[in-house]
């Protein structure tokens, strides 16, 4: 079975600011893929980036980054210099494979002006 | 390039009654999945489909149903429907056969509210 969990329910942070989300899942597969979306209040989930399981690069895109270490489990997001338009519900997922995402329960992020 | 589209965006039903929302992928995918965004529940996987076939399913009663046509589009039928069947129903496409290597890219979603 497949688990992902995000610990942090709601996270809120002053424009600026830097924050990281938490991400821990759990798999039985040696291949997998994890995935961040972001779901802003218009509803729709927006894809902002894929790692396979092999692949323990961290990457930088703008004021995005990504922590993969496979020792602990963890995939965690980090904004830098938050800004408003940052705020949204952010879901870490995983697929094992089988075509099958499982997300986390997400976690809220507010950037205060 | 057009993203996923469902329609329609809202839906208000009674108890018991069915429903069918439907899905088009983005050009050139051609797997469907569907989730359902229930709150309190998260969001959960439904049903995949590819090449017209159903190839998944998630932990569903059989009232939820549905199917792919061959130009690829998607519906998703819900019988006898019951209040907790009030959910966002988001419908997402992919390239088939990557092993989940590519990632799923999401429509806005369909809002369905049970009274």
Known sequence: AQKVTQAQTEISVVEKED???????????????LFWYKQ????????????????????????YSWNFQKSTSSFN?????????????????????????TFGTGTRLTIIP | EAGV???????????GQQVTLRCSPISGHTSVYWYQQALGLGLQ?????????????GNFPPRFSGRQFPNYS??????????????????????????GRQPQHFGDGTRLSIL
């Open chain 1, 19 to 33: 924050v990281t989300l938490d991400c821990v899942y759990e798999t039985r597969d040696t291949t997998y893929y």
């Open chain 1, 40 to 63: 802003p209040p218009s509803g729709e989930l927006v894809f902002l980036i894929r790692r396979n399981s092999f692949d323990e690069q961290n990457e930088i895109s703008g004021r």
């Open chain 1, 77 to 101: 997001f980090t904004i830098t210099a938050s800004q408003v338009v940052d705020s949204a519900v952010y879901f870490c997922a995983l697929n094992g494979g089988n075509e099958k995402l």
């Open chain 2, 5 to 15: 589209t469902q329609s329609p965006t809202h839906l208000i039903k009674t108890r």
């Open chain 2, 45 to 57: 996987f439904l049903l995949w489909y590819d090449e017209g076939e159903e190839r998944n399913r």
């Open chain 2, 74 to 99: 998607s519906e998703l039928n819900v019988n006898a429907l019951e209040l907790e069947d009030s959910a966002l129903y988001l419908c997402a496409s992919s390239a088939t056969g990557t092993g």
